[in-house]
């Protein structure tokens, strides 16, 4: 593509900030636009980078300052209701050798941001309103101030409930597939003195997770069974975290009472998104916009990380047709299979029946160690 061309990055997430950083020095004029007032800093739980994705955060020479702010986690144990062990794993023994790291997401944006700044022309509090004309040269777009603009690319970085998959893509082209549940993900002070771990509190229709954040906070996210596909409004949602929780145990209770009001609660459904084709005339989708495949996954990051570097780089030397097409063929066939199996997986998060949760809890209890070795070194290694 030619190096001049005037690319506009809709959302300034992970795949976003990863797109600006290698158009941005590689000659090409990006634009980020972003729905938010600044680099988004709430949402602060854990993500990683593995496999692939890390590798190319080498090759753009970010891992230092990502393996700085790294959440120092070593370990992570499994609970019943009654708060007995199912399982407990290692992650120094289980990781060794695999290129993996874990980061809160604000931290990650605000790495991903101090090499992306200088890279790209930013727009906040700006989104786009109209896609006004999508051909094989350029692709024009109306954004919320009313201002219209013509671009040469359009990639859509903007997340789960992407505008710009909605604007450019016909909904017979997208399906979405609804877990069944919803998440629900916030920081308050560390009222457990919980130190270096993953704590897991597995029941059989929700389970909730907390742990130690590298500011010395406690991070905890709950996952629970509910078919919204919108969450409620910011100000509705303790109260509906609540309501699912009210039963809960005293740990969870504790978590739940101590929410402080200034924290900002992430909550969505659990959608996995799943598209016939992720382009369309000079509009590309990547990441969670393109198929977003949920926390079970624990691989969105990557993935969204891994498609932003596969088409740019491709991006240096092809057409953007050529670049749609090393996207699609480098990654979809890993998505696909992600997909797969997280739907699977998430019968045993969260079991729904008696049945299902006393095979899962038997599991976790004899399931020895070095299964785990082998089963994160083949997922981890990949995307
Ligand atoms: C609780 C939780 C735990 C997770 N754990 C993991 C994990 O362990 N490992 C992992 O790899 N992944 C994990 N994920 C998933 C991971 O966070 C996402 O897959 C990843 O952030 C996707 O990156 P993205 O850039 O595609 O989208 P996002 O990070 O969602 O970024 C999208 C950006 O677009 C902006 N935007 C949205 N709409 C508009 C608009 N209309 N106009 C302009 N801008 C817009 C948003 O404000 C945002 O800045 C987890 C997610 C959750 C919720």
Redo the contacts with the bound molecule.
């Keep these: 593509m030619n190096k001049n061309s005037r690319i506009l990055i809709?959302?300034?997430?992970?795949?976003?900030l990863a797109c600006a950083i290698w158009l941005g020095r590689n000659g090409f004029r990006p634009v980020v636009?972003?729905?938010?007032p600044q680099i988004?800093a709430d949402?602060g739980?854990?993500?990683?980078?593995s496999g692939t994705s890390y590798r190319f955060a080498d090759e753009l020479g970010m891992l230092d300052a990502l393996n700085a702010r790294d959440s120092d986690i070593h370990a992570s144990s499994y609970h019943n209701r009654s708060g007995s062990t199912l399982m407990q794993l290692d992650y120094q023994y289980l990781f060794d050798g695999v290129d993996f790291l874990?980061i809160s997401?604000d931290e990650i944006e605000n790495v991903l941001y101090s090499y992306a700044q200088d890279c790209a022309e930013y727009r906040f509090s700006?989104?786009?309103e109209k896609i006004l004309r999508n051909d094989s040269n350029s692709v024009e777009v109306q954004f919320t101030d009313g201002s219209i603009e013509e671009f040469d690319l359009l990639i859509g970085?903007?997340?789960?409930?992407?505008?710009v998959r909605k604007l450019a893509f016909d909904e017979a082209e997208i399906k979405q597939h609804h877990l069944g549940m919803q998440?629900a993900?916030y920081k308050l002070d560390d009222v457990i003195g919980l130190k270096n771990k993953f704590e897991y509190h597995m029941e059989k229709d929700r389970y909730m997770v907390l742990y130690s954040c590298r500011d010395g906070q406690l991070g905890c996210?709950f996952v629970w069974r509910a078919n919204e596909s919108y969450p409620p409004t910011a100000t509705q949602r303790w109260d509906y975290l609540n309501g699912y929780f009210k039963d809960a145990g005293p740990l969870a209770r504790k978590v739940l009472d101590n929410y402080p009001d200034t924290s900002p609660m992430?909550m969505?459904p659990l959608l996995q998104v799943e598209m016939r084709r992720w382009h369309s005339g000079r509009v590309v989708v990547?990441?969670?916009?393109a198929h977003?495949?949920t926390?079970l996954?624990?691989?969105?990051?990557?993935?969204?990380f891994s498609d932003a570097s596969y088409l740019c780089r491709a991006l240096i030397n092809e057409s953007p047709e050529q670049a749609f097409s090393t996207l699609e063929q480098t990654m979809r066939p890993s998505i696909t299979q992600m997909q797969e199996s997280t739907r699977k997986a998430a019968n045993w998060y969260i079991p729904g029946n008696r049945v299902r949760q006393l095979i899962r809890d038997t599991g976790m209890r004899l399931m020895p160690t070095d299964y785990f070795k082998g089963y994160f070194k083949k997922k981890y290694m990949k995307i």
């Design positions: 809709h959302g300034a997430g992970v795949a976003g636009v972003e729905k938010s988004r949402g739980f854990i993500i990683c980078l874990q997401r700006l989104s786009i970085a903007d997340g789960l409930h992407s505008r998440v993900a996210v992430y969505d990547i990441g969670d916009a977003c495949m926390l996954s624990g691989q969105g990051a990557s993935s969204a």
